[in-house]
């Protein structure tokens, strides 16, 4: 492929995060065949707005505030600064929240009666986080305020796949230079469209790794049942799909940084993870091209040649359509950082496709995916 020795380095940080840029990577041909597959199979919103009992779920939730507050308060200086509150957004109802819906709340629920925009211990124990979740609850929420807004869809890459999906999956083993089962074995694509106003906010694909962490497709084989769970998506290569008119861009707001700081993406009211705000002040930016394939690792390396610690410089996000629709598709290559069960999942699947349990025993591990959401 000559389209490989195009290979351009946009980003080295300080502990070598790596992203390429690689244009022509697919014929127009190929991405206007991926987009009507994507159509004839069918979209559905990556994100939808938040259900009515979200009040009830919570307070199901027994948490105590001093747990509550100890979490938030990141810097432990015994008081809540408005980006450690911001910086959990999960908190939000699925919704996003700005420096200025964080505002608005604390008046609402009489959570900051000094004004001073930080909330003491003393401000925190008076809050009934009930009088919390009842303003959370009755917010109206639009899809232009959730973390994500788009469409997405999953294609099938495996044996007996359409020919250019099985040959982008060929390409993709070869860029990416990993062996060849845990490329075949890793998710099918995820076709992704954004309309007009559609947008990503800054996100990892994968998340941290702890001991009792499992990831989604070595889980099928494990018996073990883990608090904690990831895609383990090590590598992500994204493909673009159109040439969009206005906006669309991937940014990535700390790709360059010295230092990472969760906390520095906040600064001034300015939440730089923000991509229908801020997306002109981020580190990197990477404009859509049709055809042009970007492609980073989301894991560090653990030194003895798998995969080690999650590179927080590989947040990213998808900055708002500002004009026309942007598709783009993605491959996430999984591999789980315990060596031993991505060897133990080959074996498996090796024996599925042996005992042909199935007639096309390559598509258990699409089948595993297919009720993945995972919120990331
Ligand atoms: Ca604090
Ligand atoms: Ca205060």
């Given at each position: 492929?000559?389209?490989l ?9 300080p ?31 990556s ?6 009992n979200?009040?009830e ?8 505030p001093?747990d ?8 432990q ?5 408005l980006?450690?509150v ?11 929240m ?10 609402a629920?009489?959570?900051d009666?000094?004004g001073d925009?930080?909330?003491s211990?003393?401000e ?9 979740h009842?303003?959370?609850g009755?917010q109206?929420?639009k899809?232009s305020?959730l ?11 495996g ?7 099985r040959s982008?999956?060929?390409r993709?083993?070869r860029l ?7 490329v ?5 694509m ?5 309309d007009?106003?559609g947008h ?22 494990a018996?073990e049942?883990s ?7 090590y590598?992500t290569?994204?493909f673009?799909?159109n ?20 906390l520095?993406?906040i ?11 801020h ?6 930016r990477?404009?859509?091209?049709q055809g ?10 653990d ?6 610690e ?9 900055c708002?359509?500002?004009?026309g629709t942007?598709?783009?598709a ?16 080959h074996?498996e699947?090796?024996?599925y ?18 009720n993945v959401?995972i919120?990331?």
């Amino acid at each position: 492929m000559g389209a490989l020795l195009l290979i351009s380095n946009l980003a080295i940080g300080p502990f070598l995060f790596f992203l390429a840029e690689i244009p022509n990577f697919l014929s127009e041909e190929e991405c206007k065949l991926i987009i009507h597959l994507a159509q004839l199979k069918g979209l559905q919103k990556s994100q939808t707005l938040p259900t009515d009992n979200y009040e009830e779920a919570m307070e199901m939730i027994e948490v105590s505030p001093m747990d509550v507050f100890n979490l938030l308060d990141h810097n432990q200086d015994g008081q809540l600064q408005l980006k450690e509150v911001l910086t959990h957004t999960r908190l939000g109802n699925g919704r996003w929240m700005t420096p200025e819906n964080i505002r608005e709340m604390y008046t609402a629920v009489k959570a900051d009666p000094d004004g001073d925009g930080v909330l003491s211990l003393e401000e925190f124990k008076q809050l009934n986080l009930k009088d919390f979740h009842k303003y959370m609850g009755s917010q109206k929420v639009k899809v232009s305020d959730l973390v994500r807004n788009s469409q997405h869809t999953w294609l099938y890459q495996g044996e007996g796949a359409h020919q250019v999906m099985r040959s982008i999956r060929q390409r993709v083993l070869r860029l990416t230079r990993l062996p060849r089962e845990i490329v075949e074995h890793s998710e099918p694509m995820q076709v992704v469209r954004y309309d007009q106003g559609g947008h990503y906010h800054a996100h990892m694909d994968s998340g941290p790794v702890f001991p009792e962490t499992a990831c989604s497709h070595t889980k099928l084989i494990a018996n073990e049942t883990s608090p904690f769970e990831t895609s383990c998506r090590y590598v992500t290569v994204l493909f673009y799909l159109n040439n969009v008119t206005g906006g669309g861009e991937t940014t990535f707001p700390v790709a360059d940084n010295r230092t990472y700081d969760e906390l520095s993406l906040i600064q001034n009211d300015i939440d730089l993870r923000d991509t229908r705000k801020h997306c002109d002040k981020g580190n990197l930016r990477v404009k859509p091209r049709q055809g042009t394939a970007v492609f980073w690792y989301n894991y560090l390396s653990d030194g003895q040649g798998w995969v080690g610690e999650l590179d927080e410089y590989s947040l990213h996000g998808g900055c708002l359509v500002t004009q026309g629709t942007k598709w783009i598709a993605n491959n996430w290559i999984n591999v789980d950082p315990s060596r031993s069960r991505q060897i133990q999942f080959h074996q498996e699947m090796a024996r599925y496709a042996q005992e042909e349990l199935e007639a096309q025993p390559e598509w258990t591990v699409d089948k595993s995916y297919k009720n993945v959401h995972i919120e990331l």
